[in-house]
């Protein structure tokens, strides 16, 4: 595997990146559910701006959620290296999770983006839409080797179309999808 630093976005222009973005791929992780399905994420800027985060997954008909807060990693610096705040477990947020989030390319109309980390542990295509032309997938993928990345981990997220309504889908409440996502169910 590659060990060179990876390239990542410079100038992000953090307005346009805010709003949804459905999970079109990714490497499977403890933090979501094997069998989640229609995973997105949804972004606002905060007033201090910082980015409001809400991950959103379905697993079992249930959607199960959990809030966070994105910053530049360098407040100084033009790359796209973010840190992600999340509290765990979601129902009772007592424990801080930072992760890194580095935007690795993003298309010029900001409709699609490959996002990763620097331990090249985990790995996302994200898209505005719930399905991305496989054309442009393979070259995400290609990108992704060029970083140092095994795609052959990557796993594809069933999408919906049109994509369930939160407020109306019942709630895991109990944090049921949490448990075994660290479980790895």
Not at 83 to 108: A, E, H, R, S, T
Not at 155 to 161: C, G, V
């Amino acid at each position: 595997m590659a060990t060179k630093e990876m390239e990542v976005v410079r100038n992000l222009d953090i307005k346009r990146y805010m709003g949804r973005w459905y999970e079109i791929a990714s490497f499977p992780s403890m933090f979501q559910p094997k069998s989640g399905v229609n995973t997105r994420a949804t972004y606002t800027l905060n007033e201090d701006g910082t980015v409001h985060v809400l991950n959103e997954t379905w697993t079992d008909g249930k959607r199960g959620y959990i809030e966070g807060t994105a910053y530049k990693a360098d407040p100084k610096s033009d790359e796209a290296k973010l840190k992600v705040k999340f509290y765990v477990p979601p129902f009772l947020p007592i424990i801080p999770v930072v992760g890194d989030y580095w935007v690795l390319y993003i298309d010029g109309d900001y409709q699609y983006v490959l996002i990763g980390s620097p331990t090249r542990k985990y790995l996302w295509i994200l898209c505005r839409q719930t399905h991305l032309d496989e054309e442009i997938y393979n070259q995400l993928l290609q990108k992704a080797k060029d970083e140092g990345y095994d795609v052959s981990k990557l796993h594809k997220t069933p999408q919906s179309d049109p994509p369930p309504v939160a407020e109306e889908t019942p709630n895991d409440t109990k944090g049921i999808w949490w448990f075994k996502s660290i479980l790895g169910m």
